[in-house]
């Protein structure tokens, strides 16, 4: 069956000339696609073991999430700092998206504090570069954003969330999600700032639970609003009293 359209009589009406049958587009050759898409099949794979491989011996781990554009040396870079160090003092990995601002942030203040520090970087055609402070065979680079999105799902023991733009609320509603699905073991999800995050968080709970009726009171027993980066390593501490595993 042909996926292309004929033209219908109203465009011919329009015109008023026939119009001939579309052509395929020049990029598109169903033999060709299907090979390409086989070879990226494979490079999927590499991308997967590659994480897997890497993450085989990190441990209990904690997945940051931030900015780009926040500057070195701003009250956010130096509170996701605090928070890296605070994780590696508890014996958390830190992981991130390995380029700069809140991510750069958070791995310095594992580095330096002497625990793991793991970069998943994506490669982007503003060429993201990773940060310095990801320790040295600690950093996996992905072509594909689904790939990278669960190295940080799987292996994190919690989300802490610093404020940022659209990829990162991509990555908290998509953590979101896939715990309230039950696609992913339970794990917490902590907004840090909540000036920032106050607006985001109220209208969940005011439009989407409250007004609407969309998700249920246990669909927000995960989700943490705080400014205090202890406060939020009591809250990954004592949502695990039976000890850590892998997400799914």
Known sequence: MDIYRSPS???????GKPVSSVPPHPSVNRESDFM???WRVFK?????????EMMSDAGPSVTVFGSTRVKVGSSEYLLAEKIGRLLADEGFSVIT???PGVMEAANKGAQCAG??????????????????FIDHNKLVSFQYFFV???MFLKYAQAFIALPGGFGTLDEVSEAITLI???????????????????????WIIDTMYRKNGYISTDDLSFIFLEDSPEKAIEII????????????
């Open 9 to 15: 009589e109203k465009e011919e009406e329009k015109t």
């Open 36 to 38: 390409a898409d086989g």
């Open 44 to 52: 999927i794979m590499a991308e997967f073991v590659s994480g897997f």
């Open 97 to 99: 998206g390995g380029g």
């Open 115 to 132: 625990g793991p520090s793991i970069g998943f970087n994506i490669k982007l055609p503003n060429q993201q570069e990773p940060n310095k």
């Open 148 to 150: 990278r999105k669960v």
């Open 180 to 202: 309230q699905t039950g696609k992913s073991e339970r794990f917490p999800v902590i907004l840090i700032g909540k000036s920032y995050w106050e607006g985001f968080y109220r």
């Open 237 to 248: 501490k004592g949502f695990y009293p039976d000890g850590y595993s892998l997400n799914f």
